[in-house]
Antibody
Framework: QVQLQESGPGLVKPSETLSLTCSVS????????WSWIRQPPGRGLEWIGY???????NYNPSLKSRVTISVDTSKDQLSLRLSSVTAADTAVYYC???????????????WGQGTLVTVSS | EIVMTQSPATLSVSPGEGAALSCRAS??????LAWYQRRPGQAPRVLIR???IRPTGIPVRFSGSRSGTEFTLTITSLQSEDFAVYFC?????????FGQGTKVEIK
């Protein structure tokens, strides 16, 4: 069973860039799509975007101008960068794997535990 | 964007009782709906995929059904480990969207 673990700063200042890493173990990143998802306090989950094993990306239109997702299959890591953050970006951030190889239209079969990022000066 | 609406927000249930959680889609999502469980401090796990299919390892007390754009997660005879937050997700149309979640708490 593949395992995912998010890591990164828990506190980011407004207007700065949020950077998180997701380490994948117990399985290869090849052939799969990998997403970032977040949940602000008191609100529902929001899909941020994905990157595939072969570099294809797709971002939520609501965040597209500020998001960059990358994958390093040699390190088994997925990364998220979100620029120009505000308090509204305070959330628990999750990484997750799309369930089916070479496909993005699927549920998520593996998730990380999530990491809380607070945007505050 | 498809809006997923879950109800109720909180459900108080006694151990051993059953529970029915609802998730309504604002548009047709076919059977492309999943249910997840999230326990405190744990990673979410998928309970139901494709509206009614239980992945390997998920107890049979969890079941999913669909009626049009209305989806239901039914839990029979709640166990202590079932008190958690449940949320639904549609993967029929991009961007993928989630419900707000239902917290199942001990009555």
């Amino acid at each position: 069973q593949v395992q995912l673990q998010e890591s990164g700063p828990g506190l980011v200042k407004p207007s700065e860039t949020l950077s998180l890493t997701c380490s994948v173990s117990g399985g290869s990143m090849n052939r799969y799509y990998w997403s970032w998802i977040r949940q602000p306090p008191g609100r529902g989950l929001e899909w941020i975007g994905y990157m595939s094993y072969n570099g294809a990306t797709n971002y939520n239109p609501s965040l597209k101008s500020r998001v960059t997702i990358s994958v390093d299959t040699s390190k088994d890591q997925l990364s998220l960068r979100l620029s120009s953050v505000t308090a509204a970006d305070t959330a628990v951030y999750y990484c997750a794997r799309h369930a089916y190889p070479e496909g993005s239209y699927s549920h998520f079969d593996s998730w990380g535990q999530g990491t809380l990022v607070t945007v505050s000066s | 964007e498809i809006v997923m609406t879950q109800s109720p927000a909180t459900l108080s249930v006694s151990p051993g009782e059953g529970a029915a959680l609802s998730c309504r889609a604002s548009q047709n999502v076919n059977n492309n709906l999943a249910w997840y469980q999230r326990r405190p401090g744990q990673a979410p796990r998928v309970l139901i995929r494709d509206a009614s299919i239980r992945p390997t390892g998920i107890p049979v007390r969890f079941s999913g059904s669909r009626s049009g754009t209305e989806f239901t997660l039914t839990i029979t005879s709640l166990q202590s480990e079932d008190f958690a937050v449940y949320f639904c997700q549609q993967y029929n149309s991009w961007p993928w969207t989630f419900g707000q979640g239902t917290k199942v708490e001990i009555k």
